[in-house]
Nanobody, 127 residues
Framework: QVQLVESGGGLVQAGASLRLSCAAS????????MGWFRQAPGKEREFVASISRSSATYYAGLIEGRFTISRDNAKNTLYLQMNSLKPEDTAVYYC?????????????????????WGQGTQVTVSS
């Protein structure tokens, strides 16, 4: 059973940068598409970014150009570099993977296609 642990969140001012990490244990992530999602208070969980096994990347329209998703399979870790943060980026950020390896879900941008989730890391951006 895989365990996903996010880290790197915090309280920053608008315009700052943060890098989130998602460390996986129990399974290698190299055979999985991976994704980042976020959930703000009172709102539904929404797609942020995803990356395929071949490192093709997909982004939500509102964040494209500011965030970069990447993976280091040797470290079994997923990353989300977030630049030019805005107050509306405030949310709990989650990493996720699908249930089965070799499942092409990254391009779907659909949370329902992802099965395993971390506990989340809080990102708060002040104006």
């Amino acid at each position: 059973q895989v365990q996903l642990v996010e880290s790197g969140g915090g309280l920053v001012q608008a315009g700052a940068s943060l890098r989130l990490s998602c460390a996986a244990s129990g399974q290698t992530i190299s055979n999985y598409d991976m994704g980042w999602f976020r959930q703000a208070p009172g709102k539904e969980r929404e797609f942020v970014a995803s990356i395929s096994r071949s490192s093709a990347t997909y982004y939500a329209g509102l964040i494209e150009g500011r965030f970069t998703i990447s993976r280091d399979n040797a470290k079994n870790t997923l990353y989300l570099q977030m630049n030019s943060l805005k107050p509306e980026d405030t949310a709990v950020y989650y990493c996720a993977k699908p249930r089965f390896p070799f499942t092409p879900v990254a391009s779907t941008r659909d949370a329902a296609r992802f099965d395993s989730w971390g506990q989340g890391t809080q990102v708060t951006v002040s104006s």
